[in-house]
DNA sequence: TCTCAATTAGACTGATCAATCTATTTACAA
DNA sequence: TTGTAAATAGATTGATCAGTCTAATTGAGA
């Protein structure tokens, strides 16, 4: 027990860095202080950096969306509530620290050319989970009433979500609050049938 | 006349190579050779690769809202048709592109860390800039009762860009035209009083 | 035409990058 | 306890990075 230097250790340290600074702006010997690990173990564990990069978009990706599933399947309330409850909590996290967070895979996606890099690949498929579990949870609410059916379901969620994400970027381009708050009005309106 | 490496002509070919494949991404050799100057006449004309930088964000900024103004102060239509034509002709030029292209600014300000660079401040200035342009417009079709008021013109506005950014990025991220069409639904429908 | 400063060319520098390599330690099975 | 493979340490490597430097060229004013 309490292994010291797991490799998800190393890929939570990478997803903390590669949100805050990005993916080419942050260097592996960074990685290997900041986790405490050596170079040898760090290519013990990963092909290379984009093998590593691809990790922690994964690790992103079940992380978030291990999180997003229990808040959407909670029956007790009903699914636009359940939507909007999630997002209060996310801006509540948010603005708990600062601002300083930004969407792993927003970064990632616009950072990383676009031709032949495993990366750009490894960012779509998670985007398209966060759609898939998001759009279930709006395919319910359309059903029963509760959100609004004047777009589809899958064309809601992916407009909900590119608000959101590019709330996100507002946010951490430096205004802070003032663009989630935004959203936050703008989703219930969107939401609402 | 037929200057042929002016100083904007660098700054174009900074704000493509930048779009296409990010900031650290793009070295200050492929700079050079592609916008054809030597490292010296770079130098000569910018402090560092941050002054660059923050120079090509302007210039993209002013190239944008030149564009932009023109259409929406386009008195012949009304202004929520003014909105919905100008992004319908973004869309068909990303289109045309196959969607190669991202927005500078998102990019950009994601991948720069936020403390101490001169780059994430001009690109919080830029969005500003690009507000300002926006809900004028907007204001303008809330008091003529084209637009709806379900939200102030500021918030509208950052909701509207929010959406317009987050489509964008998961345009560039593979999911190409659909982001854009499920935000060309709802754009319809936020603006709609 | 001459002068001199501004511009340009491109070799060069030191720092930093991702990645490799060898030696050593660790963990575990026999 | 011993044998062996996996894991780790960290010095090292070559490539590439942004940025500097000196020499050559250009162009405008006298």
Not at 69 to 85: A, F, Q, T
Not at 149 to 159: F, H
């Amino acid at each position: 027990m309490n292994v010291k230097h797991s490799k998800d250790d190393v890929l939570k340290v990478g997803m903390e860095l590669f949100r805050l600074n990005g993916y080419h702006n942050t260097g592996t010997n960074e990685i290997l202080k900041t986790a405490g690990i050596s170079r040898g173990s760090f290519y013990n564990f990963f092909k290379d950096k984009d093998d590593f990069g691809a990790q922690v978009l994964d690790y992103y990706g079940v992380w978030s969306t291990d999180y997003m599933k229990e808040l959407l399947l909670d029956k007790r309330l009903n699914p636009r509530k359940r939507l909007i409850h999630l997002f209060d909590i996310f801006v509540q996290g948010y603005k708990r620290d600062n601002f300083k967070w930004g969407c792993l895979l927003v970064g990632m996606s616009q950072e990383v050319g676009q031709i032949n890099s495993v990366l750009t690949h490894s960012c779509m498929t998670n985007f398209e989970n966060f759609i898939d579990v998001f759009q279930a949870c709006i395919e319910e609410g359309q059903k029963d009433g509760t959100i609004s059916t004047m777009q589809d379901a899958r064309g809601l969620t992916i407009s909900m979500l590119a608000m959101y994400n590019g709330a996100l970027v507002l946010m951490k381009s430096g205004m802070l609050e003032e663009p989630l708050l935004a959203f936050r009005k703008q989703l219930e309106l969107m939401l609402t049938p």
